[in-house]
Nanobody
Framework: QVQLVESGGGLVQAGGSLRLSCAAS????????MGWFRQAPGKEREFVAA???????????DYADSVKGRFDISRDIAKNTVYLQMNSLKPEDTAVYYCAAGSTVVSGPYDYWGQGTQVTVSS
């Protein structure tokens, strides 16, 4: 059974930082994209960032325009884990953040999803 388990969400003041983690179990995703999406109250779920290992120590990563320069996605292939370092957080970053895995296209569809972790940024 494949599981994606997110952690690291919480409450932070604007300008602060948080680091989300997503540990996958049940299968490996070394050649597939793993990524993060978020959904704010009353809004559609939106893409945040995704990453794919391309061999050796190189990775392909993509970001939504709204987080470029502030968020950094990384991956530990050996641990089957993806991370999202979020810096300079803004109140508009408040959302439930979901980990996703198993796609070959950044926009999806992704085969597996985590349960979500709440990120709240206070002004």
């Amino acid at each position: 059974q494949v599981q994606l388990v997110e952690s690291g969400g919480g409450l932070v003041q604007a300008g602060g930082s948080l680091r989300l983690s997503c540990a996958a179990s049940g299968r490996t995703f070394s050649r597939y994209l793993m990524g993060w999406f978020r959904q704010a109250p009353g809004k559609e779920r939106e893409f945040v960032a995704a990453i794919r290992w391309t061999g050796g120590s190189t990775y392909f990563a993509d970001y939504a325009d709204s987080v470029k320069g502030r968020f950094d996605i990384s991956r530990d292939i050996a641990k089957n884990t993806v991370y999202l370092q979020m810096n300079s957080l803004k109140p508009e970053d408040t959302a439930v953040y979901y980990c996703a895995a198993g796609s070959t296209v950044v926009s999806g569809p992704y085969d597996y999803w985590g349960q979500g972790t709440q990120v709240t940024v206070s002004s």
